[in-house]
Nanobody
């Protein structure tokens, strides 16, 4: 099974950009579809983006479409989430997740999670 560690979160101002990284350990990383979810305080965890094993197929939540871009570097066992034009409503803990099936957008079916990285966007 793959293990995931996110990084790259921080405090930024509205309109700024951040790039999150999710480093995976385990030799089977390339077999997994990957996804990003986020959870704001008091809210349910929600889907952000998902990417298939090759990186050729991606899907985004409507709220981030056109602003966020998911990518993966199989050689580095890493998945990225480039976040542009950040808004205060993007503030949340961001989690990456792995699953054998693409696409996956329902957090309730995910078994493999990272520990999360906090993104705070000030207005």
């Amino acid at each position: 099974q793959v293990q995931l560690v996110e990084s790259g979160g921080g405090l930024v101002q509205a309109g700024d950009s951040l790039r999150l990284s999710c480093a995976a350990s385990g030799r089977t990383f390339s077999n997994y579809a990957m996804a990003w979810f986020r959870q704001a305080p008091g809210k349910e965890r929600e889907f952000v983006a998902t990417i298939n094993w090759s990186g050729a197929f991606k899907r985004y939540a409507d709220s981030v479409k056109g602003r966020f871009t998911a990518s993966r570097d199989t050689a580095r066992n890493t998945v990225y989430l480039q976040m542009n034009s950040l808004q205060p409503e993007d503030s949340a803990v961001y989690y990456c997740a792995a699953d054998m099936t693409y696409p996956f957008t329902d957090y309730r079916r995910v078994d493999v999670w990272g520990q999360g990285t906090l993104v705070t966007v000030s207005s």
